[in-house]
């Protein structure tokens, strides 16, 4: 077994602001992802790393930037958060290979900008 | 474009009856086809998965309906219960590039 730990659970922050949001996995997993979560608009894909220093767009990476530093770890830089934002944000890791690759989600950090 | 389509939006059922949630896809290199459900306050988790080499896939009370000519596939919940109500997800993954596509979500509600 294994675990995903987000930090922090929740964040607040000010428009225009640049934020950090991080990600730890321990399952030993090779690819790693970034989702963000909107009220009835399901999961959209913001960036994945199928290992170490690799990195991959998804369909909302504009405005994002990752960080793939080692193998247990990913992080998501919100660029400039935009006014009123509110969204949570779930990173997700599965291992390379295998027919049905699983994804294990984190718990998730929730962002609001005033 | 990649898209799943996922209906209805919502669905109320009865304790004991069966719900049924539905997908659509376009694209034919999708090999994988999970659904994730979520309870309130969680992250998603994986609930059964099928490849389009099967037609059904069965796991209880969870059911998988497969139908790659028509690109639709379907979750039967059989005797609902109150602990089902949840938001579920079906998604499908590119062959060519390993991402989930993930529908819009069916949020479950069971009345007993």
């Known amino acids: 077994g294994g675990i995903i730990t987000q930090t922090p659970k929740f964040l607040i922050g000010q428009e225009g602001q640049k934020l950090t949001l991080k990600c730890q996995q321990n399952?030993?997993?090779?690819?790693m992802y970034w989702y963000r979560q909107d009220s009835g608009k399901g999961l959209r894909l913001i960036y994945y790393?199928?290992?170490?220093?690799?990195?991959q767009k998804g369909d909302l990476s504009e405005g994002y930037d990752a960080s793939r530093e080692k193998k247990s770890s990913f992080s998501l830089t919100v660029t400039s958060a935009q006014k009123n934002e509110m969204a949570v944000f779930l990173c997700?890791?599965?291992?390379?290979?295998?027919?049905?690759?699983?994804?294990?989600f984190g718990p998730g950090t929730r962002l609001t900008v005033l | 474009q990649q898209q799943v389509r996922q209906s209805p939006q919502s669905l109320t059922v009865w304790e004991g009856e069966t719900a049924i949630l539905n997908c659509s896809y376009e694209d034919s290199t999708f090999d994988y086809f999970p659904w994730y459900h979520q309870f309130p306050g969680e992250s998603p988790a994986l609930l059964i998965a099928?490849?389009?080499?099967?037609n059904k896939k069965e796991d209880g009370r969870f059911t998988i309906f497969f139908n790659k000519r028509e690109k639709k596939f379907s979750l039967h919940i059989a005797d609902s219960q109150p602990g089902d109500s949840a938001t579920y997800f079906c998604a499908a993954r590119a062959g060519n590039t390993g991402k989930l596509i993930f529908g819009l979500g069916t949020t479950l509600q069971v009345q007993p």
């Open positions: 997700a890791s599965s291992p390379t290979g295998g027919v049905y690759a699983e994804q294990f």
């Open positions: 399952f030993n997993h090779d690819t």
């Open positions: 099928i490849r389009p080499v099967s």
């Open positions: 790393s199928i290992t170490e220093n690799d990195l």
